[in-house]
């Protein structure tokens, strides 16, 4: 599977903003998804996962109640809402996908990978 990450940009501390990853080359309801992000000197850390129904869903304790992970499989499609964004929150905000029955929380699970979209959120 392919994986294509859009939907970054600028904004300012306090803003949403939602980033896309759209899916092609096999069948995306298969996949178990992920968002990782990665900042500067920083390793790339889990940020939300959602098994392949979408019934399930799991974040990272410095996103929840903040950032929302969703899917449409009828659009090949996994979506991360980020509200009330702060600047720790600025990153390269990366896709990932893994043939799998269960929630992946770790970059090794993973086994395809978009090439990343950047969210810069200013103080």
């Known amino acids: 599977v392919q994986l294509q990450a859009s939907g970054g940009g600028l904004v300012q501390a306090g803003d949403s903003l939602r980033v896309s990853c759209a899916a092609s080359?096999?069948?995306?309801?298969?996949?178990?998804m992920g968002w990782f992000r990665q900042s500067p000197g920083r390793e790339r850390e889990f940020v939300a996962t959602i098994t392949r129904s979408g019934g399930s869903t799991r974040y990272a304790d410095f996103v929840k109640g903040r950032f929302t992970i969703s899917r449409d499989n009828a659009k090949n499609t996994v979506y991360l809402q980020m509200n009330n964004l702060k600047p720790e929150d600025t990153a390269v905000y990366y896709c990932?996908?893994?043939?799998?029955?269960?929630?992946?929380?770790?970059?090794?699970?993973?086994?395809?990978w978009g090439q990343g979209t950047q969210v810069t959120v200013s103080s």
């Open positions: 080359g096999d069948t995306f309801s298969n996949y178990v």
């Open positions: 990932a996908a893994k043939t799998s029955l269960v929630l992946l929380l770790r970059a090794s699970n993973y086994s395809h």
